[in-house]
């Protein structure tokens, strides 16, 4: 008894409050009993944390015969680890502090097993992130604050691009998504046409604060954003930051919105010379019975010390047909972006505009750049949009029992003759090729100083040598898919080809001769065979061609302009050794030669084992 | 012996580890914060950039184990992203807290590691001299940051040690005697100069019954001897009895509470034996049952030799710049510490004990610079505290008058007057509302006096804080943010100049005229109580420089989560 009265006596001693101004005498302060050890009450505990991620080791070991100058005679390469940002070891923890709150961190272990115990990398992939969500009869509000989070406004102004979704899929990415068999991922991307990908796909990675309102009245709902896109990003304590929003109004399955986004850095340390881009546009959806209209149209500009900040349109507008009409979807898609508008956080590319440059020196690092240095005039995958040019683009889908075929076609044109440049790329070492330069991304690389590298690819410049006119692109791209069994397993074949043409005009029709400035043809041919049903064997066959006329640059001593040809062949098996556990492990051959230039030229073979465990 | 018991008083720690049996359970916060501000002043500036951004997004997660029923260890890490590094740029890692804790023989609770320790007013506790009115509103928010970051609650040091406590209970004459016991590490010796120096101590509390109260204190900063290449260690003892006695009659409540007590600070090669000096502090309480009326009337004579570094420190050493525009116009003068700093940026703030006499501001407050410790004082105070029925009004305001009680450079003695308040109106008790409508208002005022023929010795100095805050709940949780703060101080001071070992050596003159505006408002949600966001925006004006004024417009958006 004299324990619980006691007990009693000290648990309502310890719970008096006590002014923190004690600065105010408060007699409270000199209580005997307020001193020691706190606290003296119990404090708030959370019992769950989730943590989640997954475990990826990328081991690679090239054997060139044959290769660039720039690597000199050593010819046998071990890369442990994958390109950068893609850690060994990702968990996502995530916490719920309360019902309709939540915060989540990732952290990433790395280590380059360089036979070194103390050499590892740790950090944050995305960052330090807190959300929260808050329902009324008004509508559903959320908050996002921290660090990145995946997010879209709409395709022009917040998104990436998501193609028509003709690529291989030999190769796997380091996001891709556990699926429930090996065989899966292949057997999605024929019954689907497209990959199951992960959260981020289409979105855009910000940094800063979003608040958006959904199921609001009348079938509204909106979304601002204020912070960083990674093109905002650095650690320069001068404002560098974009804002961004949307009001978009629904009627049933169509919807109408209204899109801006605005981008200011300054280019000095003293905040007063102005840097960056505004973009508003329209975003729609109108469908009626069989066809649909859809789009977004708009205006943007550029603003620099040194740029007039003239505004441009930017349109791009699908009509789309159903089957019932066409017997098989069709889509007339038209576009058409000023060389005025810029907006690296959009779906195309920066072509026309070269960035302020006069404070940020030195090498790139991620998000150090309000804009990034153009393209020149690219030689791009159909869907994938670039400013300064117009075109049209047809696509269909066909199906014939297990025979699946998607067809592109694109003919497109600058709006303004700037660049005597074309960027191009190689479809059948791409990825292998990239993997030459370790860790970085170097630019101007190769034995003729003209191959950049970029995250998991590289693009190579060809110059003109006629006058800078406003170039033609075509490309006509075709993808085959089908199923069939083999000695009774399941077995999946995939092609993908695509033939394009840069010429000095537009043209309706592609220039597959020396016409063209550029010839560019690639044909990749992939099988996957269901050995056991946790075995796949896949096997990969590239063949790229690219041509340049006499009014590109030649080489000096052969005096001929490009001539390239690569091959590619590739085995490898997918084994799913358990639940979301695969060990991939292949084999490739390569060969490139350009028969113009006489330094350019590799051979070798690359294999690469990559184990992957979700959790 | 039969008749003593001896009970654990840390029953309710004890429980707390169990609880639910779970092994591993969270603690922490989040918080996010990004901001935007424009800076502009009087004079031409083409050198200090007009914009500035920033921000950071951090977690603190703590993960208390309990490897048993009675112990439980938590270790917090801090992970934190700068606002514009992506993709693992910007990222730190840190340990922000590790300790053990637990319950021996349910007999004796200890803990070792980080603590959060005080004992008296006088002897070990962190006193908040600096932000002399009540926050309230915008202010409050930022407040919590800052004592979040610096771990400022309860008028506890954030220390590195270990702790124990247990007490003793009896049926007769003496109902409990408790026995606090620390010991912290200041700083590592660097094998060189440098002694290891360590603060210890304790109180015995002897709790006669609920009417009287005892205790008797004990702290000692000092140096371990042979730690390092220096034979001049260093101890600082302060000893003190601290009581508090309360008569509960029906209607009213009759109290008498303080602390009084010695000190003796010296290094062990000086041969003038260092400083000693006695404080006294004493008050009567009354306090009207009914009405809830709170008055106390007191006398206080801290020496001026009287030293106690574990209720002297500050939190914040005026010393330091500022991280936020350090320095501006084209001749980048400094620009000192404002309040607007104060409340701004945490970092400006340690829960380091410090050895020595610490900088502080005499606009800010010149009469208690180190809390009702502070050394040199003696004279009466009185305060009050009342409310209505309905709490819809609530009135507190303690006011000082003080003198020192040695002149500093003279004879002459400088005089204080201080009064700080706080009125809060609780409009939805007045008018029955059901959303929360709160209205604050803080005000100090300080005076100092010098007068003297001598031109020299003459000193008047003057300061005015005024914080009006409102808080208003538009809709459910919703609530619109208005401050305004005002100080204002103008006047003379000789501030002393003192060498290492805090002896008076010269004095520089100050003389301070200025004022500081700062409106701010914005909104604030709440998702739960601690977990919350705001937006506000501020606009800040400052005058104190002879210099150049200057002003700054800022925007913020707060994410903040306690869990």
Known sequence: MRNKKSTFVFLVLCLVSINSKAQLNDSSAFVPKNSGLYPKKMEAIMNTISVSGYYRFLGCYTQMKDQYPEFGDVKNRVFLGDDSNIPQLMLTIGGRPSKTTSFSTDLYLWTPMSGSQTDYVKGLNLGVNLTGTHSTKYGTFSVRTGGIHWYTISPFTFASNTGYNRFSVYERNPWDPAMKTVYDRYHKFYSDGALTQDTRWGQQAFQGFILDGVRLPKQFSFAYMYGKSQFNGGALPTPNALMAGKIKKEFKNNFVSINGISSKTYTDSLARLALGYNLVTTEFKFAWKEMQLLGEVGTGNYFSPTATGKWGEAMDIKLQFSKEWTHFPLEVRYFQISPNVINNNGVFWNSSIQEYNDNFTGEATPGSQTSLIPFASSLVSIGQMTNNRRGVILNMDMAVKKHKLTIGYSAASELVALSDKITYGHPANNLALSRFWRWGFPAGVGPYGNVNKIYRGVYETVQITDSITAKGFNSLEISYKTEFKLFGKDMLVFYLGGMHSVQSKFSPLPKYSKAAYLQSYNNQLEFYYLLFPKVILSNYFGYDRIIANNQTVLDIVSNKAKNQEGFSYAIGLDLQLAKNTGLYIKHRWMKYQDYSFSLDHYKGTETTVELKIYF | MKNILTVIITLIAVSSFSQEDKKVQYVGGARSIISNADFSSDQEDTVTSRKNSGGYALIDLGFKINPNASTEILGMVRIKNAFGGFWGSGVTFDVRQLYVKGVVKNALRYQIGNIDYKLTPYTFYNHNADLLVQSSSVLKIKEEVLNYESFYKNNTWRQQGAAIDFAFQFPKVVDEIKVNAFITRLNPSNLGNILERLYGGGNVIFTQSKYLTLGFNHVSIFDLKNTALNDNAYRNNVSSVSYKATLDLKKNIFGISGESG??????????SGGLKDYFINIQANFQNKKSGLKVHLGYMDNGADFRSFG?????????????????????????????????????????????????????????????????????????????NKQK???????????????????????????????????????????????LTAGFAFQDTKRTSDLAFEQIALKSTTLNLGLEMELVEDLYLLANSYYFKSKGNELMPVRNSEGEIINFTPLNISGEELCLAGGLKYNFTPSIYLAAIYESNTNSFSSVSSYRYNQFYIYYIMKF
Not at chain 2, 262 to 271: E, G, Q, R, V
Not at chain 2, 328 to 354: A, V
């Open chain 2, 262 to 271: 010695i000190s003796s600070s010296a290094l062990s090669l000086d041969t």
């Open chain 2, 311 to 387: 209720a002297q420190s500050k939190r914040v050493d005026f010393n330091q710049l500022n991280n936020f525009y350090e320095r501006y116009t084209n001749d980048q003068i400094i620009r000192p510490l404002s309040n607007y700093d104060l409340y701004n940026d945490p970092t400006l703030y340690s829960n380091s004990i410090t050895t020595g006499i610490m900088a502080y501001n005499p606009a800010v407050n010149n009469v208690l610079p180190y809390g009702i410790a502070t050394f040199n004082r003696r004279g009466l105070f009185a305060g009050l505290t009342v409310s």
């Open chain 2, 392 to 438: 819809s009004v609530k009135f507190d305001a303690n006011y000082y008058r003080l003198g020192e009680v040695r002149g500093q450079g003279t004879i002459k003695l400088r005089s204080f007057n201080s009064i700080n308040s706080t009125v809060e109106f609780n409009f939805s008790n007045i008018f029955n509302w059901k959303k929360e409508q709160k």
